[in-house]
């Protein structure tokens, strides 16, 4: 079975939340209602060879990019990362001072985001080095999680920066390109994305928003989540920058197609209303130094479209990276 029919299966196993539990499977991450201010719970794992390659990182690298990537998730309900569990999966023949630096790596980036590594499990296997993080996080007072079923007609798409630029630095990596400037960045992002919990922070608190969730499988496929869990349909208008057509067109990539598809960039994806995200895009790119990116708009008719330059739309499947495809 592939992973998305899996994960509705699954979703229909489980019973409506309990006490305690405010928000189930379905979204980014669970949200818990404790005593005093709830917490988003969420689980990610990253396998050698489906998500991370070793050749292209160090150790210290694995670790730090499984620490964003979970983290990317609590970002995307509007969360501030709080603490940490993780579950190590090690090969029998990774080198004991190769696992301590993976984890080195991990702890730096918590610190960095004053989040606590709250322990886990270790096993020691003849397979491949994976690695699942298991993060919680505390919600603004009074504030609800950011859902993906909230989006509403008429809201705008926003991204906090390029979709399709990891997939171009994966690219480039897998293909031994010679690294331009733009590449080296590219393959940056790939290599060490960093979760936009900042950046949805400064959203959070400067407007209010429709939907959210993170880019970590490609835009088409994850708009495609949101536009399914909030009974709504969307109108893409995409225009890459001049850089990335011209670093695709290089590597013999279809810079749309880029956009769309299969891509780890770990931004976060949004709906709210035009008015009141312009008064606040230029703090926006001040702070972050990057701008938020309009995409298209939310529609009451259900299905994905895309206009082209002349305005035409065609209908378009959302499709990302899915395991067991």
Known sequence: MKEFALIKALRRLLPPPGPGVSLGAGDDAAVLAPRGRPLAVTTDTQIEGVHFRREWLAPAGIGGRALEVALSDLAAMGARPRAVVVALQLPARLPGREALALMRGLIARAAARRCEVAGGNIAVYEGPLALTVTALGELPRGAPA??????????????????GLARLGCEALARKARPTPY???????????????????????????????????????????????????ARLALEAPADFKRACAALRLDAQACMLG??????????????RIAPIAPAFARRFGRPLLPLGLITPERGLWIADAAGRARRITARSFEHGA
């Open 146 to 163: 950011t859902l993906r079923s909230a989006a509403r007609p008429g809201e705008r798409i926003y991204a906090t920066g390029l979709p």
């Open 183 to 233: 590449l080296r960045a590219a393959i940056r992002k790939y290599l060490a994305p960093r979760a936009c919990v900042e950046e949805m922070a400064f959203l959070g608190r400067s407007a209010p928003l429709g939907a959210a969730i993170d880019l970590s499988d490609g835009l088409a496929g994850d708009l495609g989540h949101v536009l399914a869990e909030s009974g709504v349909g």
């Open 262 to 275: 299969p891509s780890d960039d770990y931004e976060l994806l949004f709906t709210a209303p035009e008015r």
